[in-house]
């Protein structure tokens, strides 16, 4: 639910980052103080000042709006409802779309009131040529709608992934009291299976953030040279035992091309799925200056071509790497595929 509403994301540049909040800006409080306010106090000229501070009286749209209102057909139950729901609609929408909260809504509704003013209202609409100002919201509002509320944005700030909390106490003692319990009854089992590397999504919380500063390394099979492409990353946890990868590249001809990678962690922390392809945990090593070097191994496919498919990740607090490797049937060493790099 938190995603539909807030969902918003960042341009691959901040300068168009800054450009698109300052024309959200420009777009929010124009049609918030120029179409809702005014018609909410009654304002017929700019010079009015006064009338942008409310006074003892309701705030209400005016006669001559709800005239128009219901010369357009909006008469049940009353032209003054649509009326004051158009009004409040152009205010707070534009408020919000400012700063930037709930902004595809907000944008979406106002984009079905321009609907009505640009191509309902006007006597004679053109949809592609006309130009009227009616007309020029209308698509601006859809764009908004589309695109989101950028970096800069309230969406953005409530949408990023939030911290992975640490485990209770309790949770971490139980294992604790029953291991040597366990062994003093003689379960041989046990200590194989405390030999067995376990993880935990907290240990994956390095991948779980944004990394703007990367880089993808990858075989080009038709030609057999490696590729290097500046990569974006940012990584979100949606449910507790997944993580999903997003990525932008950045091709060599300026075009951007977007994919990602969906993790699941099964309940024992010993197995993974990865893009669909089942994995087993086979190495979990403490390396210095707090960094995690993480192996994955499992049957897959790789240039349609069945082989084994081994994921190294290195998980830091400053850079971390993931390394896909495949061995393909009678080969006698692991081939490197690609390498993701990531640093701050």
Known sequence: MKKWL???????????????LLFRLHLGLSIAVGAGWSKLVNLTTASEVAKLLPGPAALGPPDWFVQQVAQLGFVYPSPYVWAWLAAWGEFAGGLLIAVGLLTRWSSLQLALQFLVIAFLWYESPEPLLGMYYQQLLFWAFVLVAVVGGGRYSLDYLLSRPQPIRSQSNAGMLQPAFLLPLLLLLGNGDVCAQAATPRLTMQELAGLAQQWERGS????????????TLPTYLNGMRP???ELVLDFVYQEPE???????????????GTKLQWDGVPMVLVEKTPLPNQTLRLKFEGPGQDDNRACLIRRTLLLGPQQISVVKEVKYAGSPAFLTRNTYHFQR
């Open 216 to 227: 993808l390394t990858y075989l080009d099979y038709s030609s057999r040279k490696t590729v």
């Open 254 to 268: 300026g075009k951007q091309v977007k994919g990602y990678d969906k993790l699941t962690l099964d309940v024992t």
């Open 6 to 20: 807030f969902f918003a994301r960042p341009f691959s540049s901040r300068f168009a980052d800054v450009a698109w």
């Open 239 to 241: 449910r507790s035992n």
